[in-house]
């Protein structure tokens, strides 16, 4: 008769795992794992068999991790599932992939009781826990468990679930430096976490502390190609670089958003990682002090950078003021495709939208009134947006050859000595840095420093409001006093023309009799009413 024995000791080894997991080789050679990943395959005797484990690729810090990556981890993952005997879950719901998340860094959140705190932002890793508290997973199995956890409250929750559900689930990784299977294990996971967490806020401390030196040098930290640049961060790609110009003159000139992403989308033009550009890349690679040839250290610009400027400081400026701006419409809708679409009236003043009523009919301006709004009294319009397209754009092109077309460069212009600004924040921030300078030598104490950086930073404010105030470019900058102005017109991107248009004119789209008119068309111009705005008449 064979007898189990009733003391055995269990022999544990902790590896050294403070490290943040860059790729899996990485992390193979700081826990002196084979390339097999068989280190660890020893079994705990309160082990069981997972038929459902979440088997999750644990998280990066500023990294977007590739697809050969996640590959390899979860293959590692299966694997070491494997050799425990474990089955894993559905793919669809039980193979988790934190992306370009980090499990140190925390962000200010609202709690349900509404006040706010701070807190890792994991979503995936959140689900795990849901899946294995509502019993639809029985196991968690990860490339490194303490990389996954980073933050102690993270623990602290894993370990309630774990503890709080029966059967208890298994939690494991490949590595084998962390289990949560008894008291000893949750003791060493926690000292383990802390010793992480710790690490962590010094690799923070460290780099923060160079980035500052290196804002200031000028010089870049390193990181993502930035769009624009070579890889060295510093060097101007041209053909990039003309999209970051392009774009910039483009807002500045009240092209939506939208309309910017839409054009560089279409030219096959993709980010720095070969994706495709949605608003918010492209309004954050727009704000980039980078453009204006400036450095940030946290959100502050703090000198000139070594690289040379893309785009001018006050064009820079001004976007970013646009941007700001509170009163900007962000809601996402429809993409215009039409010129007059949200911008022609109808007789009611409400906009019409281009549409079509089937598969057979063409394009079709109609009168729609704004979301929510109450339907006005008619006559309402239905027009062919081809042929009203089609008369407005010659009268947008007549317009913009006459002789007094440069007079709308000249409107609307800021009459502001720019240099003369630039020179005046300058010399405001150097008063800053010299109040901060005289609290170091303790010759002014800090209710002084307070009260004189208020004073100073307000001035500033409105020292750069008027900078970005005049960086605005005129629209009409790139049309006005060429020599084929048609050929230009039909050469702008949709936005530009809707731009232009704006500016210029009213357009109401009168209704019509049915029936052909006099010289046998349906469309009649003297339908389409056309009103010079103050700006197009001055």
């Not at 992939?97 to 890793?125: H, Q, Y």
């Not at 060097?235 to 807002?251: G, L």
């Not at 089609?390 to 000595?417: C, F, K, M, P």
């Not at 010399?427 to 004073?455: C, F, M, N, S």
């Amino acid at each position: 008769m064979i007898f189990l024995p009733q003391r055995a000791i269990i022999l544990t080894r902790i590896s050294d795992a403070r490290e943040e997991v860059e790729d899996s080789t990485q992390a193979n050679a700081r826990h002196g794992e084979s390339g097999d990943g068989h280190e660890s395959d020893g079994h705990n005797v309160a082990e069981r068999v997972s038929a459902r484990a979440i088997a999750e690729v644990p998280a990066k810090i500023k990294r977007v991790v590739t697809e050969k990556g996640v590959a390899d981890q979860q293959r590692r993952a299966r694997e070491r599932a494997e050799r425990l005997g474990w089955k894993i879950g559905p793919t669809e719901t039980h193979i988790i992939v934190e992306n370009d998340t980090s499990a140190f860094k925390r962000r200010k959140i609202a709690l349900p009781d509404g006040t706010t705190a701070l807190r890792t932002v994991r979503p995936g890793f959140r689900r795990a826990l849901d899946l294995l508290a509502c019993g639809q997973a029985d196991g968690l199995i990860a490339l490194d468990l303490d990389r996954v956890v980073r933050d102690p409250r993270d623990l602290e929750d894993l370990i309630d679930v774990i503890e709080n559900t029966d059967p208890r689930p298994m939690v494991e990784s490949v590595t084998g430096s962390l289990r949560l299977a008894n008291d000893a294990d949750i003791t060493m996971a926690r000292i383990m976490v802390a010793v992480g967490n710790k690490e962590s806020r010094d690799k923070a401390r460290r780099i923060s502390a160079a980035r500052e030196r290196d804002a200031l040098a000028g010089t870049w930290s390193g990181g993502i190609r930035p769009f624009g640049f070579e890889g060295d961060g510093v060097t101007i790609r041209p053909a990039e670089a003309e999209w970051i110009a392009r774009s910039t003159e483009n807002i500045l000139a009240g092209v939506s958003l939208r309309a910017v992403v839409k054009a560089i989308n279409d030219a096959g033009v993709r980010t720095s990682l070969g994706n495709e550009w949605s608003t918010i890349e492209m309004r954050d690679m727009l704000r980039r002090a980078r453009n204006a040839g400036k450095t940030v250290f946290k959100g502050e610009v703090v000198g000139d950078a070594v690289w040379p400027a893309i785009v001018p400081e006050k064009s820079w400026r001004a976007v970013c003021a646009l941007f700001a701006d509170p009163t900007r419409k962000t809601s996402p809708g429809n993409q215009r495709r039409w010129l007059g679409s949200g911008i022609y009236l109808c007789p009611c003043s409400d906009t019409v939208i281009c549409s079509r009523s089937g598969p057979q009919r063409p394009p079709t301006y109609r009168c729609r009134p704004p979301r929510g709004a109450t339907r006005k009294p008619g006559p309402h319009v239905s027009r062919k947006a081809s042929e009203v397209d089609e008369y407005v754009q010659e009268v947008i092109i007549e317009r913009l050859s006459r002789d007094d077309a440069v007079d709308l460069l000249a409107n609307g212009q800021h009459t502001e000595n720019l240099a003369a600004l630039q020179k005046e924040a300058d010399e405001l921030r150097a008063l800053l840095d010299e109040q901060a300078i005289l609290h170091a030598k303790k010759i002014i104490d800090t209710r002084q420093l307070a009260a004189g950086t208020q004073v100073l930073r307000g001035q500033l404010d409105a020292v750069e409001q008027k900078i970005e105030k005049a960086g605005s470019t005129n629209i009409f900058a790139g049309i006005v006093g060429v020599p084929d102005v048609r050929a230009k017109w039909f050469s702008l991107e949709l936005g530009q023309q809707r731009a232009m248009l704006n500016a210029l004119f009213t357009v109401t789209i009168l209704h019509a009799p049915h029936g052909r008119g006099r010289d046998g068309s349906y469309f009649d111009p003297d339908m389409i009413k056309i009103e010079p705005k103050e700006r197009a008449t001055r």
